[in-house]
Structures are given as structure tokens and as C-alpha cells.
């Protein structure tokens, strides 16, 4: 099953992880946030395409959400004594991904070309391909201003309140052949549990991206999204704190409103703490499946993935059959967690 | 006494040092050959420059000739990993100082000023300056063809012949307000005992940088220089094998008869092994004193130091004499090794 998933950071970089696990090689492409891109200490930095990449290579350090695992800070540690900014904190090996993405990229080479050949060299399975290849940066308004998007994120630590976005370059970015022929081979799209406002949006706001998403649905392809709110709670991050100081709910049900409104959603996966919000979420138009969502472990990654594809699967038979008389397949049913079977198959 | 020390690496480095442990702080100028300088992963590096910083700072290795004592691996290993070239080995805190010059001089910092930022940064008590604030870059024409001059030396480990020796870029090259103060204010200069060819002959094809040494000699400062090549063998790199490809002496003498063409010297250091070269490079015009050279600890470093100084001042009360009346001043005696006090003190 051929699947494109979009992701921000750690949460889509685990689905992804989940899902390269339970796919064949090859099957899996994940197109990646680039708004939190940044140039620091004159490197090309791409934190989300490089958490993906990690992640899928297995050398992700498991718990910070960033870097390499086992990671030295030599080159940070001198960088401080020369009196150079360290708020931004970058290990050693994590350097040489971004040297090498610069050079390639100072000499033309395309931010998706570049990326191909990071997954190569690191071993990953799947595609990673950047959303778009040209530039695009988050800015977030706050109650302390204008701000870049990892200014607010890391060196304010996201203490001030958000009240508005911008993806600035936007208007001149453009969906990759790579990202388009990804689209147009998809047997399901996934939404990671990534953050709805800094890490889909900027995808989706990528001019022609969400037309191909519509066209590959008008095809039957199933888009399914998942909340990485659950109880009311970003899993990590300030997903909630941004939708509530932008006015919308701080809850799966404020996500899952998100991306109906983008056209983008045929299936949403709730937690079962939200289970509550189904027949909100219900009446937005989405079939719903709830399950347990937090990714854990390696188990629980592969777990979350099979119920997406699963429903996707399922939501899919279900829109061939409306196209061919009418008839519904049976709707899914939530995996066993103690098995990491779907009770449907 | 304020010095001005035209340096290339490492034996420009050493003589700096030695300079540096003999004069009050802050009366030494090392201006530094910027030839050797290249781009690599997207790094703005110079060798020559960071060379002459991490001696005068204490931290240089000491051995190799390059890089920083103690250093670490893991950048470069994970280039390597990523498949990237690496036969330029950059360690993890020298990589700190390339980003920090890179990130600088994209802004528009002048070089002149990113290496003053690092001094001040690194502790080092001497101005040290690059020989201009333009790109120029050493090439050679070589058995193998023409090679960046970086390609030569380290890639190719000197292997093939120099036939001819460009500077590119040296037409638009400019004496650095820097620089220029520097030597305006300078009463001696000191010629290093680096490679002639590739260190000190790009320093002297700065336009304009030639013309204020001849002001300065004019104003009765000395020159005094010393050779890298002692009995018909460079101390360190390929200056003997250039010279004789080049079809010159690849001598002290050559040396000599080199900075003499360049109207450059006053007095000329030659190791006492090159003892019997004294006529002929002295029939060349300058004085010749004949000492201990090779600088093997820090004390030899202090001590030919103090010979070129201690030469420059005797040679600059004669030409002072020479202007008032013409009476000689005595002249000097080389220095008592085993204490390291000018006999003629």
C-alpha cells in the first residue's frame, strides 16, 4: 500500500516510523514541515526533515525529540567560547547533516535532492522529501511580537502567547515533482499527530498541494489524520496553548475542525480519552475510529500505524464501493493492543 | 618595539610566537597569507590564519602543524558517513571557528574583522591579520595539471612538480586599512621563515602592500627575514621541491635572492649549517647574521626571535647613522644559545 504521510517533527516522525515498520520498503513517503527551517551559525537547518530522517534511519535520540542519539557537543562548546549564540543547540554529527545540506544546496542542488541522498546514506527505507523546495519560514506573532518560528519555539521556550501565524515565502512555493508524483501514486494519506497549526499547516498551505490531495481523493484515495492533542493535551509542544490563544479548541475536536475545513479528511483517529468528541467530530463529516494513540515504543508506533492504514483501508473500500452502487463495508474495528492485530482483519 | 611579522602556517606561526613571548602585548602584527584559503563543506577556511591564532593562543597541535590539541572526530566521521569528501580533515572545534568566520562573512563582516573577533576570543595578546580582505586563492600548474592550491598540498600530498604558481584574484585585492596602519606604524618587519613561494610571495603581491614596506624601509625600518629551506631542505612542506621545479635555488639562498628581488630585505638570518652561503647572500645586498634557526620548543621560538629583532635594531641604527653621517654601528653577534641573552646586548 502505497502511502503519503505528512508530518511535522517527533510525532510524525514516530508515525512515520510506525508505519515504514509495518510497510515494504519503498511504500512509505513522508513529506515534511519546512517552515521551522533556519540558518544558524551559517548552516541550513531543517529540524523536522532531519527528526524524520533520524527517526526512520533509528539513530533519533529517543527522548529530547531532536538530534542524534549519543550525540557530542564539541563544535558547541568551542562556538561558546568564541562568544557565538548557543540557544540553538546542534551536536556534533548532527552538524555534518547540515554542512552537507548547505554545501549541496549553496551549489544548487535541490532541498529535495539533498534529502534523498541524507536517507540514502542513513540507510532509510522510505522517501522523506521536503514539502517544497523553496524557502518558507514560520513567523509567529506573539504577545512579545513578531517572531521567527524557532525563536519563539526554542529560545523562548514558546512562553509567549501565539495570535497569529504566517508561513512567510509561501506565495512562491511550489509542490515538488517528487512531493506531486508521491500524491499521485497514494493509495491513502496519513496526517501525523504533528502540530496542526506549525507543522501540517505550512504543508497544506503550499500552493497546488491541497488540490492534489482533492484530486487524489476525488480517486478514491482515503486521507486519515490523527490528533496529537489528546485529553485536551499536546503529546509535545504548545499545539495547545497556540489553538487556544488563536481562538479555536484546544482538543482533538479543534484539530480534527482544522482539516475538515481544509478538505483534507475522510477518517479521524481519536484517543480513547477523547472518545467523547466522536460525535463532534462525526458531524463535521469524518468517519471516526478510536483507539489508543500514543506512541510509546517501536510496538505502539507499528500499532497506531496499522489502525490509520487500517481504516484508510476501510474508508477506501467504503468510497469504491459509494462510486460503484452504494453498499458500506463493514465499518473497523480498534486493534487489540495486547496482540498489534486488527480485530478486523 | 612594534613588529610587523609577514607569516604563511606553521613556521610563521612559531617565529610569531616566539616574537610574541619576547614584545609587550599588543606589539606584534602577524599579517597571514590568505592564498591557502578554501571553501569546503560550505566552510569559509583558512589555514594560514588559524594556524598563526591557535599557536599564539596555546592551543595549536603540536605536532601535525594544523588544528587545535586534543581535538575530536565526530563531524568529520559523520561526513564521512554521509559520503561526503574528507580528505581536508577539519576537527570538531576547528569547525567552530570556520562556522563562526563563514556565518560573519556572509553578513558582510570583513575578514580582517572576523579574525580580530577570534583573537580577542581566543586570548591571543597580537593583532593578527589577514594578508587582504578580498578572495585571492593560490593555484598551481602542476605535472597533473592546474590545482587549487589546497588540492596540491594536502589532497595530493605534493606529489606532483609545480611548474608555475598563479594567485587568482589577487588583481582586486587591496591593502587592508589594517594592514596598512600596521606597517605605517611599524619599526622592524620581520619575514617568517615560511614557504616563499605560496606563503610569503602572496602576502607581497597584495597591490599596494609592497609599496608601503618601501615607505617604511625608507623611513629607516628594517627588514629582516630568514629561511624556511635550511641546508637545501624545507623544515616543513614542499618549498625545496617548488624552488627547484620553479628552477631556482632551492636554497637559503634562493630565499634570499628572492625577498632581495622583492626589495624586501635588510638582513638576512641564515642557520649556521648555510654558514657558507653568507658571501654570496650577502654580495645579494643585505646584511647576513648567522645563527640557530630550526625552532624546536619554545625557547628556540623566543630565541630566533629575539636574533631577527635584535638584528632589525642594529641594522636600523645604521641605516639611522647611515642617514645622519655614515659612521657604522657595531654589529650584532649572534645570540648565546644556551641563554638565549643577545651577545650583542
Chains 1, 2 share one sequence.
Not at 506565495?171 to 496519513?190: G, S
Amino acid at each position: 500500500m502505497r502511502v503519503v504521510c505528512l508530518a511535522g517533527g517527533v510525532g510524525g516522525a514516530k508515525l512515520a516510523d510506525g508505519l515504514q515498520q509495518i510497510l515494504a520498503p519503498g511504500e512509505l513517503t513522508v513529506v515534511v514541515n519546512t517552515g521551522d527551517d533556519l540558518e544558524i551559525h551559517s548552516l541550513a537547518v531543517s529540524p523536522d526533515v532531519d527528526t524524520v530522517l533520524y527517526t526512520l534511519a533509528g539513530i533519533a535520540e529517543p527522548t529530547q525529540g531532536w538530534g542524534i542519539a549519543g550525540e557530542s557537543w564539541q563544535v558547541m562548546g568551542q562556538l561558546a567560547r568564541l562568544g557565538d549564540e548557543t540557544w540553538f543547540r546542534l551536536g556534533d554529527r548532527d552538524i555534518a547533516t547540515h554542512l552537507f545540506r548547505t554545501d549541496r544546496q549553496r551549489r544548487g542542488v535541490r532541498p529535495t535532492e539533498v534529502t534523498i541522498e541524507l536517507a540514502r546514506s542513513l540507510g532509510v527505507q522510505s522517501r522523506v522529501l521536503p514539502m517544497t523546495d523553496e524557502p518558507v519560514r514560520t513567523r509567529v506573532r506573539t504577545t512579545d511580537g513578531w517572531l521567527d518560528f524557532q525563536e519563539y519555539f526554542v529560545r523562548l521556550r514558546q512562553e509567549p502567547s501565539v495570535l497569529e501565524v504566517r508561513f512567510e515565502g509561501i506565495e512562491n512555493a511550489t509542490v515538488t515533482p517528487e512531493v506531486r508524483d508521491a500524491l499521485r501514486a497514494a493509495e491513502a494519506i496519513v496526517v501525523a499527530p504533528s502540530n496542526p497549526i506549525v507543522s501540517i499547516a505550512p504543508i497544506l498551505a503550499v500552493p497546488g498541494l491541497l488540490a492534489e490531495i482533492a484530486t487524489a481523493r476525488q480517486r478514491g484515495v482515503p486521507a486519515v489524520g490523527v490528533s496529537g492533542i489528546v485529553g485536551g493535551k499536546a503529546l509535545r509542544g504548545p499545539a495547545d496553548r497556540m489553538m487556544e490563544s488563536l481562538g479555536e479548541d484546544s482538543t482533538a475536536l479543534g484539530v480534527a475542525r482544522r482539516y475538515v475545513a481544509a478538505g483534507l479528511l475522510d477518517v479521524f483517529v481519536l484517543d480513547r480519552v477523547d472518545e467523547e468528541l466522536a460525535a463532534a467530530v462525526r458531524a463535521l463529516g469524518p468517519e471516526v475510529v478510536v483507539t489508543d494513540t500514543i506512541m510509546t515504543d517501536a510496538g505502539s508506533r507499528a500499532l497506531l500505524a496499522r489502525e490509520m492504514l487500517s481504516a484508510a483501508a476501510w474508508q477506501g473500500a467504503v468510497r469504491a464501493e459509494d462510486r460503484h452502487a452504494g453498499g458500506a463495508a463493514p465499518r473497523p474495528q480498534a486493534a487489540d493492543p495486547a496482540t498489534g492485530e486488527e480485530a478486523s482483519r
